[in-house]
C-alpha cells in the first residue's frame, strides 16, 4: 500500500506534494491545476481550483495500480471536506489507524475533525474512481460579510461538533452527480471560467446542506429509496437520451433495456430531473434543436425531423415556451449576432 501525504492546504502545494507521490505533469490555467498521471503506478487526471470565500475543489479521476492512502493533514483552518463519489468506491478514517467508512457511488461524505487529526482518503486498486472534493475553510468564516455558505458550514458542521470528529454519509443522490457533470462541462476561460465553475460549486454545496438537513429531520423523499442498481440504470438511460434524443423512444423501450419498470423509470427520472421520462426526452430535443440552430445550415423542417419530433407547430409551440420566441425567430437573431461579431 503506498501513502500518499498532504500537508498544506494551498492548491499549489498540494499539486506540487501530489506530483512528487505520484509522479506526471501539472498543467496551470487560469487558477486551475491539473495533473496528468500515466505510469505504472497511477494513471488519471487530478484538477484543483481556490476560489473567493476559502472554498476549494479537487477533482479526482485516477486508477491505481496498488492500495492508496492519501493522508491529509489537518490544518489550522479546520475545514469541512465534502466528497462525492461519482465512480468507484472511497472509504475514509480518522488517523491511519481510526475505523474505516466506505463511502458507495452516489453519496456525499461530510468531514471535519479536530485540530492535528488527519483524515485519511483509501483508493482501492485496479479502480476507476471518481471524486470530487470540496473543501470549506471556517476559521474565518464570520469575517467576511454575507459569506453565507462558510458560515452555514460552520455552524452546521464544526460548531455544534466541537468535542470531537464529525463524519456523514448522505443517500444516494443523482442531482448532485448531475450538477458535477454541469461543473465539468465549463468550456469558457479565464476569470469567466473561475466564476462559473464558483457558482456551480455553490449550488453543489447547498444541495448537500440542505440533503443533511433533510436527513436529520427524516423529510427524505419517498424516491431516495431507490437501490444503487436501480440508480445507475437510471443514470445510463439519461446520458443515452442525452446522446441521442432524436431516437424513438419509449416508457415500454426504455423499461425493457433497462429491466426497469415503468414505475420506477418514472420514480427515477423525477428524482434527478424533476421530469417525467417523456418531459425529459422532450427537453433534450429542444437543447439539441438549438444547437443545430446555432452551429447548422439545416432550415427548421429539416431540425425537426433531425430531432426526432413529426409536427413543425408542436416543435414551434414548445420552442417557444422555451426560449419566448419562435425557431426562425431565434435562427434570425443568431444569424444577426454572427454578421455583427
Excluded at 491545476?33 to 479521476?61: H, M, P, R
Excluded at 491505481?64 to 471536506?81: A, H, L, T
Amino acid at each position: 500500500m503506498k501513502i500518499v501525504t498532504i500537508h498544506n492546504d494551498k492548491i499549489k502545494n498540494i499539486f506540487e506534494e501530489l506530483t512528487q507521490s505520484l509522479g506526471g505533469k501539472i498543467i496551470f490555467d487560469s487558477d486551475e491545476y491539473a495533473l496528468e498521471v500515466s505510469n505504472n503506478f497511477a494513471k488519471g487526471t487530478i484538477v484543483g481550483s481556490s476560489f473567493s470565500d476559502a472554498v476549494s475543489c479537487l477533482q479526482f479521476d485516477m486508477v491505481f495500480s496498488e492500495d492508496v492512502r492519501i493522508c491529509i493533514g489537518n490544518p489550522n483552518i479546520s475545514p469541512v471536506y465534502f466528497a462525492y463519489c461519482s465512480k468507484g468506491s472511497l472509504s475514509h478514517s480518522f488517523g491511519m489507524s481510526g475505523v474505516e467508512r466506505k463511502l458507495k457511488k452516489f453519496q456525499t461524505a461530510i468531514v471535519s475533525s479536530t485540530q492535528n487529526e488527519d483524515n485519511i482518503l483509501f483508493f482501492e486498486k485496479n479502480t476507476n474512481t471518481k471524486v470530487t472534493l470540496i473543501v470549506v475553510g471556517t476559521q474565518n468564516a464570520h469575517s467576511v460579510e454575507n459569506n453565507f455558505f462558510n458560515d452555514k458550514v460552520k455552524e452546521t458542521f464544526f460548531e455544534k461538533n466541537l468535542s470531537g470528529n464529525f463524519f456523514y454519509v448522505g443517500s444516494y443522490n443523482l442531482k448532485i452527480a448531475e450538477k458535477i457533470e454541469e461543473l465539468n462541462a465549463v468550456t469558457e476561460s479565464g476569470i469567466v471560467r473561475n466564476l462559473l465553475k464558483e457558482g456551480i460549486l455553490k449550488i453543489i454545496l447547498a444541495m448537500e446542506i440542505q440533503q443533511h438537513s433533510d436527513d436529520m429531520n427524516n423529510c427524505l423523499k419517498e424516491t431516495n429509496c431507490l437501490t444503487l442498481k436501480e440508480m445507475e440504470e437510471i443514470k445510463k438511460l439519461s446520458d443515452l437520451i442525452k446522446e441521442t434524443p432524436e431516437e424513438p423512444f419509449t416508457i415500454k423501450s426504455l423499461s425493457k433495456l433497462s429491466g426497469l419498470s415503468p414505475n420506477k423509470l418514472q420514480e427515477g427520472f423525477k428524482m434527478i430531473h424533476d421530469r417525467t421520462v417523456n418531459d425529459f426526452i422532450t427537453h433534450m430535443r429542444i437543447l439539441k434543436a438549438e444547437i443545430l440552430i446555432k452551429n447548422s445550415d439545416l432550415n427548421i423542417s429539416e431540425i425537426v425531423y433531425c430531432i426526432g419530433f413529426t409536427s413543425r407547430s408542436y416543435f414551434s409551440k414548445i420552442f417557444k415556451q422555451k426560449f419566448n420566441c419562435s425557431p426562425k425567430e431565434y435562427k434570425f437573431s443568431q444569424n444577426q449576432l454572427a454578421i455583427t461579431a
